[in-house]
């Protein structure tokens, strides 16, 4: 049994096809990056994982659950969401931003109790932002404000998170402190899907990448095993070098552009 099982997935606004004939599994506990150009229907597939659009044809499976048959509240239970962008309007508390994220399991009048609050308190120190809890949102940084979100996320206790370019807008620190976190998320055993400009990044952090291009995956497979020069050309229409680097025991991956 997967987390989330895609079978066979279609999606068109009107007579202009965006996604055709989606099919994948995604395994528990691993981070997964769906990779392609704009225009290539990402974000599109993330709104149909996640419900807000239903497909054409074919269905999403979380846990053998058809997603169609399940609830907002019964949803939002298995699988947390983490947008590209999120501005507040009011300075509320980071604490309260991700209390926010306990709304799926209150009472009809929607009271967040001292035990969500401790849930919060715990999702705060699993990120290592404890320190920010008391701080309003509005200021902090762009790096840190993207790490309480998901806070809240986790909060849901949700078994998924799904993330829309979660580095879009960071500066390079940021967006390593956020990819490191990616990481200790899924060795904890969430499963975690996200969309990304950036196949270094998926070298760096993910399990397994999809390549979405004109609405079909092109590639699909071990991150390692199927970013490569070959694979990017066909991806982005350009020249692109995957160098390798050892020190010690480790290795890593990293993608360079061929100017001529």
Same mark, same amino acid.
């Given at each position: 049994?997967?987390?989330?099982?895609?079978?066979?997935?279609?999606?068109?606004?009107?007579?202009?096809?965006? $996604? %055709?004939?989606?099919?994948?599994?995604?395994?528990?506990?691993?981070?997964?990056?769906?990779?392609?150009?704009?225009?290539?229907?990402?974000?599109? #597939? @993330?709104?149909?994982?996640?419900?807000?659009?239903?497909? =054409?044809?074919?269905?999403? @499976?979380?846990?053998?659950?058809?997603?169609?048959?399940?609830? !907002?509240?019964?949803?939002?239970?298995?699988?947390?969401?983490?947008?590209?962008?999120?501005?507040?309007?009011?300075?509320?508390?980071?604490?309260?931003?991700?209390?926010? &994220?306990?709304?799926?399991?209150?009472?009809?009048?929607?009271?967040?109790?001292?035990?969500?609050?401790?849930?919060?308190?715990?999702?705060?120190?699993?990120?290592?932002?404890?320190?920010?809890?008391?701080?309003?949102?509005?200021?902090?940084?762009?790096? %840190?404000?993207?790490?309480?979100?998901?806070?809240?996320?986790?909060?849901?206790?949700?078994?998924?998170?799904?993330?829309?370019? *979660?580095?879009?807008? !960071?500066?390079? &620190?940021?967006? $390593?402190?956020?990819?490191?976190?990616?990481?200790?998320?899924?060795?904890?055993?969430?499963?975690?899907?996200?969309?990304?400009?950036? *196949?270094?990044?998926? #070298?760096?952090?993910?399990?397994?990448?999809?390549? $979405?291009?004109?609405?079909?995956?092109?590639?699909?497979?071990?991150?390692?095993?199927?970013?490569?020069? %070959?694979?990017?050309?066909?991806?982005?229409?350009?020249?692109?070098?995957? =160098?390798?680097?050892?020190?010690?025991?480790?290795?890593?991956?990293?993608?360079? *552009?061929?100017?001529?």
């Amino acid at each position: 049994m997967f987390p989330i099982s895609v079978e066979n997935l279609s999606f068109a606004w009107g007579s202009h096809k965006i $996604l %055709e004939d989606i099919s994948f599994n995604i395994e528990p506990g691993t981070v997964t990056s769906i990779l392609g150009p704009n225009g290539s229907g990402k974000t599109t #597939l @993330l709104k149909i994982l996640l419900g807000f659009l239903k497909p =054409l044809n074919g269905r999403v @499976l979380l846990n053998d659950s058809d997603l169609a048959t399940l609830d !907002l509240k019964a949803r939002a239970k298995k699988m947390a969401y983490v947008a590209q962008r999120h501005s507040a309007v009011f300075s509320y508390r980071v604490i309260d931003v991700v209390a926010l &994220g306990r709304i799926p399991y209150a009472n009809i009048f929607c009271k967040i109790t001292d035990a969500d609050y401790g849930l919060a308190e715990n999702c705060l120190n699993q990120l290592g932002i404890a320190q920010l809890a008391s701080r309003p949102y509005t200021e902090i940084s762009g790096g %840190e404000q993207q790490l309480v979100l998901i806070a809240r996320a986790l909060v849901q206790q949700a078994e998924i998170l799904v993330m829309d370019e *979660p580095v879009s807008g !960071l500066d390079y &620190g940021n967006q $390593l402190m956020l990819l490191k976190q990616l990481r200790k998320l899924a060795q904890s055993g969430i499963t975690c899907i996200k969309t990304t400009h950036y *196949p270094e990044h998926a #070298l760096w952090t993910s399990d397994r990448a999809i390549f $979405l291009r004109d609405g079909r995956i092109i590639a699909s497979g071990n991150s390692t095993e199927i970013i490569n020069s %070959e694979t990017l050309k066909e991806l982005y229409n350009a020249d692109i070098m995957v =160098l390798k680097s050892e020190t010690g025991s480790h290795i890593m991956r990293t993608c360079v *552009p061929i100017f001529d």
